[in-house]
């Protein structure tokens, strides 16, 4: 069985083609960009490796020079919507065993995947090594979804751009919004991956024990400390300590956690002695940090000490190209988790997501996923398995623009419009306008568009 990553910013055509290919007994990966595909190349070894000339971060002849770097014995077909003989010649240069131009018939892919895996079979059966296994830092790693969308392209940036320093980060979304997975995300990244990442959820400590959970305890120090205890910050120590829902830390246990940080020793309860650490905090909260120290409710000095660097996660209803992104990941979690093998989802359902405002978040949509999964008993989840307020939310009147095209007079109009809220991303415009980036190219050439 053939190991597949399918590199393809089409959400549709990529889930469509990967479900294709699963049941040709392929076991296939699917990445919407090339920098999600780029980190599933450094984490696993395929057979080979099919993606799209155009991606909406980088070309996709950069997927192609990294995979003959780091596997060069893994093959690499390179897919287009624009028949361009100069792409082909220079993805074939590049080491491309094989080009095709879209629209294709999927038993044309699998023909050239077929040739593919038989001509370099003997190659790589002597040079193939097995993959090493994950630890499960690295397995947690692939729960962030980067996303495709301006918002997402823009957070990702930040992520990157803080990882490897040793900078406290701030991060503040709305519940649900994955602050945690972007708090492992930046660890990750950084120069502290190797060492421990401990999350803490403040709202969740009672106030008597939260100076024990933080900072340890020795045997004896009060009643039931019947063992030593080693707090947070001594387990972190080395790695990344992430706080979560910050605010809720009363004040006494504020004025502790300041000077820790700015001395960078703790001392459990009941003992006399100190203990050096060198962590790195990433904090989160879903209330304004800033309203709370305005209140007094929260200490100036330790805001500035958490706030080297903040980042705010968008919500979901604001990540609209990358819902069925999401979707899509929680589908295959769900189908692990619980043994099910449904597909995708129906026209129906789609449209319904896109109307709902997904006040939950990445979370709710999580739970709505796993939820019709289980309830599903064909290949396809459909909105009878949809809780009732996404269904009702489908069926309202969408107040903003529709920007499809063909029942429209104004084509030229909504054209350059979908330009113009993209800044000019042509793979962008076309899926707000519900159409594949060939047909844009024609409308931007028969209405004399020029960008």
């Not at 844009?440 to 020029?450: D, E, P, R, T």
Request: net charge negative.
């Amino acid at each position: 069985m053939a190991k597949i990553l399918l590199v393809e910013d089409d959400v549709a055509f990529c889930t469509m083609l990967k479900t294709f290919l699963i049941k040709n007994k392929c076991e296939v990966d699917a990445a919407f960009s090339a920098k999600e595909a780029l980190n599933l190349i450094d984490d696993n070894r395929y057979d080979l490796v099919i993606s799209d000339v155009r991606l909406p971060d980088r070309e996709g002849l950069e997927v192609l020079r990294a995979v003959k770097e780091t596997n060069p014995e893994t093959g690499v077909i390179m897919m287009t919507s624009y028949a361009e003989i100069s792409m082909a010649v220079n993805a074939m240069k590049e080491g491309a065993i094989d080009y095709l131009a879209k629209p294709f018939h999927p038993e044309v892919i699998l023909e050239a995947i077929n040739s593919a895996m038989d001509s370099g079979k003997k190659e790589k059966e002597a040079t193939r090594k097995s993959p090493r296994r994950k630890t499960a830092n690295e397995a947690s790693k692939n729960t962030f979804i980067a996303g495709v969308s301006e918002a997402s392209e823009k957070l990702n940036n930040y992520i990157d751009l803080v990882a490897p320093t040793n900078m406290s980060v701030l991060i503040m979304g709305e519940s649900g919004t994955g602050k945690e997975q972007i708090a492992k995300s930046i660890h990750h990244k950084s120069k502290r991956k190797e060492a421990p990442f401990i999350a803490v959820d403040c709202g969740a400590i009672p106030r008597e024990l939260a100076s024990s959970e933080f900072f340890g305890h020795v045997k004896g120090s009060f009643t039931g400390a019947v063992t030593n205890k080693t707090g947070h910050f001594e387990a972190a120590n080395g790695g990344t300590l992430f706080l979560d829902e910050i605010g809720n830390l009363n004040y006494e246990l504020q004025v502790q956690l300041l000077r820790a940080l700015q001395e960078r020793k703790v001392k459990p309860v009941g003992s006399n002695e100190e203990i050096k650490v060198d962590i790195r905090v990433i904090t989160a909260t879903n209330e304004d940090l800033f309203t709370l120290v305005q209140k007094g409710d929260f200490r100036e000095d330790l805001y500035h000490r958490l706030n080297e660097f903040s980042i705010q996660v968008p919500a979901l209803k604001s990540r609209q190209e990358d819902l069925m992104i999401f979707a899509n990941f929680f589908l295959d979690s769900a189908n692990e988790e619980l043994e099910k093998d449904v597909e995708g989802f129906s026209d129906e359902v789609v449209a319904a997501f896109k109307k709902y405002n997904w006040p939950g978040n990445l979370r709710e949509l999580k739970n709505v996923v796993k939820r019709a999964v289980l309830l599903s008993e064909g290949d396809t989840i459909t909105t009878s398995v949809l809780p009732r307020e996404i269904t009702e939310a489908g069926k309202k009147e969408e107040p903003e623009q529709n920007y499809s095209l063909f029942k429209n007079k104004n084509e030229q109009e909504l054209i350059l419009e979908a330009l113009e809220k993209t800044h000019g991303n042509k793979s962008k415009a076309a899926r707000l306008l519900s159409i594949d980036r060939k047909t844009l190219y024609n409308k931007l050439k028969q209405y004399g568009i020029n960008l």
